[in-house]
């Protein structure tokens, strides 16, 4: 497993942007395919956003699609998460995860590396 580290976090108002930022170490993550899920009080874990390992395919959820971007690069060990045109309901605590291959990439069961999430609140 890796150890991976969430920063970036806080609070923004509604139509603002944060970067989130996933960091690690190990000569390896670069071939992980690395995602974005959040948690919202009394919710579920739900996927935002996917990028594979080099040269790996993005996806989006539906609700971010247009508005946040994944990016990664390689050379830090750092996978990002711009998150732009920010609502209300974009608040949660947001959590990095890593496996080398998922088989089912919208699925955080499938991920064995998780860190310990970032606070993002988006107000009114």
């Known amino acids: 497993q890796l150890h991976l580290e969430e920063s970036g976090g806080g609070l923004v108002q509604a139509g603002g942007s944060l970067r989130l930022s996933c960091a690690t170490s190990?000569?390896?993550?670069?071939?992980?395919?690395t995602a974005w899920f959040r948690q919202a009080p009394g919710g579920e874990r739900e996927f935002v956003a996917t990028?594979?390992?080099?040269?790996?395919?993005?996806f989006y959820s539906d609700s971010v699609r247009g508005r946040f971007t994944i990016s990664k690069d390689d050379t830090k060990n750092i996978v990002y998460l711009q998150m732009d045109s920010l609502k209300p309901e974009d608040t949660a605590v947001y959590y990095c995860?890593?496996?080398?291959?998922?088989?089912?990439?919208?699925?955080?069961?499938?991920?064995?590396?998780w860190g310990q999430g970032t606070q993002v609140t988006v107000s009114s």
């Open positions: 990028i594979g390992g080099k040269g790996g395919s993005i």
């Open positions: 995860a890593a496996d080398p291959m998922p088989a089912r990439v919208y699925d955080p069961a499938e991920y064995a590396s």
């Open positions: 190990g000569p390896t993550f670069p071939m992980y395919r």
